[in-house]
């Protein structure tokens, strides 16, 4: 079963402009939430990380905010540059699940 | 440190037969993932090992199946392969606890004609 709902599927966004991928979760004996990167021919990676004792942690350009309250997690990409284009993955590690992941696509 | 290596990196087989994947893990890393990843379903978790020990199932039928040595290697066996297990087979390592960090492996890609 779906222990994590991502969305959306694909997202086109301008250069500069601000990419948001959003990741709905059940189970609330999460306390982990990762992001995952993967570009094609490669296997995904992990992009940032956050635990629920803190609502958001930036790393560079990119951003993992957290709800408790509401279930949810978003990564948010700043100033998107054409080699973010990649597919994003929100992942529940307790129950070794993904999300169905995001097809990013930063135009010129 | 080495990464997570996987072979063979392209695999084409025939309906019906069988195919062993390997996937050799970070130095250090005790648990081992395996994940198949398509199109239209994403990133689907087969199985994971732990000390050459099955710890955690996805729900795959039972002709999927793995086993993990005692240097952390471990491989997986699919058999009566059909159309639909063409896919990316993805081997992730992690230390013990599933709230650590996978290190994905480049995948093996399988095709079945």
């Known amino acids: 079963q779906q222990q994590v709902k991502q969305s959306p599927q694909s997202l086109i966004v301008q250069k500069g402009g601000i990419s948001i991928i959003n990741c709905a979760y059940e189970?609330?004996?999460?306390?982990?939430f990762p992001w995952y990167q993967q570009f094609p021919g490669k296997g995904p990676a992990l992009l940032i990380a956050i635990r629920p004792d803190v609502s958001e942690k930036k790393e560079g350009r990119f951003t993992i905010s957290f709800n408790k309250s509401a279930k949810q997690f978003s990564l948010h990409i700043m100033d998107s540059q054409p080699g973010d284009s990649a597919t994003y993955f929100c992942a529940a590690p307790y129950d070794m699940r993904f999300g169905a992941g995001t097809r990013l696509t930063v135009k010129p | 440190k080495a990464g997570v290596t996987q072979t063979p990196r392209y695999l084409i087989k025939t309906r019906g037969q069988q195919v062993t994947l390997s996937c050799s893990p970070i130095?250090?890393?005790?648990?081992v993932s395996w994940y198949q990843q398509t199109p239209g379903q994403g990133l689907q978790f087969l199985f994971e090992y732990f000390s050459e020990t099955q710890r955690n199932k996805g729900n795959f039928p039972g002709r999927f199946s793995g086993r993990q040595f005692s240097n952390s290697r471990s491989e997986m066996n699919v058999s009566t392969l059909e159309l639909g297990d063409s896919a990316l087979y993805l081997c992730?390592?992690?230390?013990?606890?599933?709230?650590?960090?996978?290190?994905f492996g480049p995948g093996t890609r399988l095709t079945v004609l």
């Open positions: 189970n609330t004996a999460f306390d982990y």
């Open positions: 130095s250090g890393h005790r648990s």
């Open positions: 992730a390592s992690s230390l013990p606890g599933g709230l650590n960090e996978q290190f």
